[in-house]
């Protein structure tokens, strides 16, 4: 079949990166998309496996030019998903599945619109708190940032073409793998998908409180 470009979104904790990795071991028909940053690497982190590291200068010039399907500014720093990424996936006939946030996917659809739009849901607010105080890597004021990002991320809901709940992963992956495979019937409806994000978003103005 023809390769696709599938996006995945979620607020942070709701595990589309867990997916993506279990997905990438699994097959090998699939690519994910490396993005591009101009923030500078951390100490773990490897040019051409983590990001495309660029300097601002460079990042605006290929900005300017066209080249990315999307790009945005996040905690001071800029990102974006280079069109070359994708198209390279392409043209070794293999599927390419890219992690970017609401703002982006909404590029990505306006740029390119056979690409197929996945959110990915946690089951409940106090669910998605407890993965991110979980995590123990971040402050309460960097949490409550997040919980407030994922509130307004959670209102986008309706513009995805499939809508999963991760509240069971393998069952979660197997319902990527089938987008990726096109099949129509993954995920929840969009009317209990509006509905239950509308459920989190409240659970989640509770947790805040």
């Known amino acids: ?25 699994a097959r090998n028909d699939l690519g994910r998309s490396i993005s591009a ?8 982190e490897q040019n051409g496996r983590d990001y495309h590291f660029l300097s601002r200068e460079e990042f605006d010039r290929r900005e300017r030019a066209g080249e990315f399907l999307e790009s945005a500014s996040y905690g001071g720093h800029r990102y974006g998903t280079l069109r070359a990424e994708v198209e390279q996936l392409g043209r070794a006939s293999r599927h390419a599945l890219l992690l970017i946030e609401v703002a982006g996917a909404r590029q990505v659809r ?13 089951p409940s607010g106090p669910e998605l708190v407890q993965r991110l105080a979980g995590r123990n890597t971040e402050d309460r004021e960097t949490v409550r940032g997040r919980l407030r990002t994922a509130q307004q991320e959670l209102e986008a809901v309706g513009e995805y073409d499939f809508v999963l709940v991760n509240d069971d992963l393998d069952q979660a992956v197997r319902d990527v793998a089938a987008i990726l495979d096109g099949r129509d019937d993954a995920g929840i409806g969009r009317q209990a998908a509006v509905q239950l994000a509308q459920r989190l978003r409240r659970e989640l103005a509770t947790a805040m409180q």
């Open 1 to 25: 079949m023809t390769p696709r470009v599938v996006v995945l979104s979620s607020p942070s904790g709701a595990g589309k990166t867990t997916i993506t990795e279990r997905l990438l071991a």
């Open 37 to 44: 940053t101009a923030r500078a690497p951390r100490a773990t």
């Open 110 to 122: 306006s740029r390119l619109p056979e690409a197929v739009l996945v959110f990915v849901l946690p």
